[in-house]
């Protein structure tokens, strides 16, 4: 299991996946973030649950997708209703902080799920996009023939307000450091940058020459795609309107470009005030976004689309038991989030999230390039995720679910050589043990009867598998010898699965100890199988 950590949650606004240097961009500078990839995992096939704003950051908050939550769009925000993972974190005593932009409905910490809200972002006057909510007409979003001119090197409040996000942060990383708690915390950072206005700082700016910038993929008219919707988009949002001519276009690109610097230059402060407090060994990182920007290619731009610039996202993971220098192909989303910050700071899983359909990052960076983590998402259930984590270690829910797999090696270390006596063990005085008589007989007759006892118990096992195997060999026909191999290997098996599971090397998997586990369905199968061993070998 992945030992307990902090974690730093930091998540950044409109930021297409392909513009990063680790993603093999040629012109695009993000050193920092390189540098948290290659400490670290990227998985190059992220995706966000929804290519807007608001639905995208609820949906990372409770781990579920958009039309479960039915937070549908940017002037229907989360409101704290649906659990967050930071209302589980802070009811097990971590402490959860958010700096810089999240996009609820209004701010209110302990609804919204964090212990406090510096310098919070949340959708205008608690309203939002009401130009975007489903109508008959669509509206034309005439601001979006101002992104030609509102772009280039100058200042924005949105760089300023990133400035003073970084800032905030690397103070709260001081505070902690300076007086630790007993359980990790997680702090969220959510950078507003590169979202536009493309204005950016001078020094990103004069990072990129507008000569080097290429044009878009697909953007001529006849190039592009055709579909009603695509059609729509280019007509309520007609970005294309304010352009003058291919300079202003490789404008706002490079200043894009430059936005992206500029947020890697604010990451690179967190992780900065990490290393300088001492907090890197123990803390990992997550850089993710809540969507991508389509940047011009097939002359779209913004997000609202399921192609992979607007749809895809940047995620990359590092810090402790994080496989460095990897790249993850495996499909991961947001919702994935949930079941990872829940993981890396040791906490309980509730059973209200039994249902929950992400899976930890931590599980998919380390089983990378298997059919694992695809069979942990899709197809098993959260008891079962249960068994194998307390299997894997009994010690991290003691009381929980791995309070079976102690209390029948407690029992069974108990019977020492010969034993408590029968009816005499705690398990049989106290009930300790939880399904003591159909899960775990075992334990409860080790208890009673001791090392020996055991030996005993196992031989008479053995003496049936042998003795089957002889009823085979001597069987007058195939399907004679064929139903005395079955029916001891049925009896073998169940045995070893079920003493694994009492003694502890295999999980807990619900196996019958024949002979021993009440219940009908056992002890008739069980009955039924050996009568018919006996009646092959009477007709041999």
């Known amino acids: 299991m992945p030992r307990t950590t902090n974690l730093v949650i930091i998540l950044s606004d409109q930021h297409n996946p392909r513009i990063l240097g680790c993603a093999g961009h040629p012109l695009v500078k993000t050193p920092n973030l390189d540098r948290l990839a290659a400490s670290g995992t990227r998985f190059t096939s992220a995706y966000t649950n929804c290519p807007i704003c608001v639905p995208a950051r609820a949906s990372f908050a409770t781990g579920r997708y958009v039309h479960r939550i039915r937070f549908w769009d940017n002037a229907i925000a989360y409101d704290g209703s649906v659990p967050s993972w930071g209302h589980r974190l802070m009811a097990q005593g971590h402490r959860v902080a958010s700096i810089g932009k999240l996009h609820y409905t209004r701010s209110d910490p302990q609804r919204n799920g964090f ?4 310098l919070p972002m949340h959708i205008a006057d608690g309203l939002g996009d009401l130009a975007g909510l489903i109508r008959d007409e669509i509206l034309v979003r005439a601001g979006a023939r101002r992104m030609a001119r509102e772009s280039g090197p100058g200042a924005s409040t949105y760089q300023k307000y990133d400035h003073d996000i970084a800032d905030a942060a690397c103070r709260w990383i001081a505070a902690q450091a300076a007086n630790p708690r007993d359980k990790p915390f997680v702090l969220y950072v959510g950078f507003v940058c590169p979202h536009p206005p493309f204005f950016a700082p001078p020094e990103n700016f004069a990072m990129y020459s507008q000569a080097d910038i290429p044009m878009p993929d697909r953007y001529a008219q006849s190039e592009r ?33 430059a936005l992206v610097s500029f947020v890697d230059h604010n990451v690179g402060r967190v992780l900065g005030a990490l290393e300088e407090h001492g907090l890197m060994d123990s803390t990992r990182v997550i850089y993710g976004s809540d969507h991508g920007e389509n940047l011009g290619t097939r002359g779209l731009w913004a997000k609202s ?26 499909p991961v989303s947001l919702v994935d989030g949930f079941p990872t910050v829940i ?11 039994a249902d929950l359909p992400g899976t930890s990052l931590l599980a998919i960076a380390a089983g990378a390039g298997t059919a694992i983590p695809l069979a942990w998402t899709y197809a098993m259930k959260q008891y079962q995720k249960d068994r194998i ?9 003691k009381t929980g679910i791995g309070w079976h797999a102690l209390q ?84 073998f098996w169940h ?34 199988g050996l009568g018919l061993l006996m009646n092959v070998s009477m007709r041999r």
Not at 115 to 118: L, N
Not at 389 to 397: A, I, N, Q, R
Not at 438 to 446: I, T
Request: hydrophobic share 45%; with cysteine.
């Open 389 to 397: 984590t307390s299997f894997l270690d009994p010690e991290h829910d």
């Open 408 to 491: 029948s090696q407690t029992a069974i270390g108990n019977g020492q050589l010969v034993g408590e006596g029968f009816m005499q063990g705690t398990q049989n005085q106290f009930g300790f043990l939880p399904d003591q008589f159909s899960d775990f007989p075992f334990a409860v007759f080790a208890e009673d009867w001791g090392f020996l006892g055991c030996i005993l118990l196992l031989s008479v096992y053995c003496f049936i598998c042998v003795y089957a195997i002889h009823v085979a060999s001597q069987a007058k026909d195939r399907f004679g010898a064929a139903l005395a191999i079955g029916i001891g290997a049925l009896i």
């Open 343 to 353: 993981e890396s700071v040791g906490a309980q899983h509730d059973a209200a999230d």
């Open 115 to 118: 212990d406090e809200e510096i």
């Open 225 to 257: 795609p055709r579909h009603p919707f695509l059609d729509a988009m280019r007509r309520i949002r007609p970005y294309d309107e304010g352009f003058e001519g291919p300079g202003d276009l490789r404008r706002v690109i490079a200043s894009y470009y």
């Open 495 to 528: 045995a070893i699965f079920n003493i694994g599971m009492a003694i502890g090397v295999l999980p807990v998997v619900g196996v019958t100890l024949p002979l021993f586990s009440y219940g009908g369905s056992s002890v008739v199968t069980t009955l039924l």
């Open 305 to 330: 689309t399921l192609f992979e610039e607007s749809a895809g996202i940047p995620l990359i993971m590092a810090g402790p038991d994080v496989p460095g220098g990897k790249t993850v192909s495996t």
